[in-house]
């Protein structure tokens, strides 16, 4: 069965500081998919990243990156020089090449993540 | 580019009256389409998910149902409202490829 611990429930750092969110997954598949997706207050979920299990390779988007190592089972989410926009709940999530598409989509419990001015 | 609505955004309705949640997709043909429930406390609950016209599979047995009348909305129903069923519901999106993009979501309240 798959699983997604978020370990950390809250972060609060000042603006300006780096920030790492956690994620840490299980799954029996060779071959399976990780996500991030960011939920601001206004309470839509938006899609970040999707990195399959073949591509190890991290990955970096302006202000974010993401490191993805099979070896701790890890896709760990890092922001850096945090802005207050980025306060949100980041939620990790999981999907197995066996259970794709139509479900098999497990999320983590989420960080709530807090910029401070 | 595609889009996924809901409908209504807010919604406070009494315990017992029937309810009715809209999802359409625009600029895509024949996708899985999904609900979620989100509880207090942030967890993501898989309700129900269609891969096609009037096909609908349940994840949990409750009081609610869904329908698909065309490829691109789908029907999050109830005939009488719990107060349980409050929570922040979300439709949506994949073209069967591991992705899941998400609409806004309907912010309901049964008092």
């Known amino acids: 069965a798959q699983k997604v611990t978020q370990a950390q429930t809250e972060i609060s750092v000042v603006e300006k500081e780096d920030v790492t969110l956690d994620c840490v997954y299980e799954?029996?598949?060779?071959?399976?998919?990780l996500f991030w997706y960011k939920q601001p207050p206004s309470g839509e979920l938006v899609f970040l990243i999707r990195?399959?299990?073949?591509?190890?390779q991290n990955e970096i988007s302006g202000r974010y990156s993401w490191n993805f190592q099979k070896s701790t089972s890890s896709f760990n989410f890092t922001i850096t020089a945090s802005q207050v926009v980025d306060s949100a709940v980041y939620f990790c999530?999981?999907?197995?090449?066996?259970?794709?598409?139509?479900?098999?989509?497990?999320f983590g419990k989420g960080t709530h993540l807090i910029i401070q001015p | 580019s595609q889009t996924i609505h809901q409908w209504p955004a807010t919604l406070v309705q009494p315990v017992g009256s029937p309810l009715s949640l809209e999802c359409t997709v625009e600029?895509?043909?024949?996708?899985?389409l999904y609900w979620y429930r989100q509880a207090a406390g942030r967890g993501l609950q898989l309700l129900f998910y269609?891969?096609?016209?009037?096909?609908i599979s349940s994840e949990v047995p409750q009081n609610l149902s869904a329908s698909r009348p065309q490829d691109r909305q789908f029907i999050l129903s109830s005939k009488k409202l719990l107060l349980s069923d409050s929570g922040f519901y979300l439709c949506?999106?994949?073209?069967?490829?591991?992705?899941?993009?998400f609409g806004p979501g309907t912010r309901l309240t049964v008092l």
């Open positions: 949506a999106w994949s073209m069967g490829d591991h992705s899941r993009f």
């Open positions: 799954t029996r598949d060779t071959t399976y998919y």
């Open positions: 990195r399959n299990s073949f591509d190890e």
């Open positions: 999530a999981l999907s197995e090449d066996s259970g794709g598409g139509a479900d098999g989509l497990t």
């Open positions: 600029g895509t043909s024949n996708p899985n």
């Open positions: 269609s891969v096609g016209i009037g096909q």
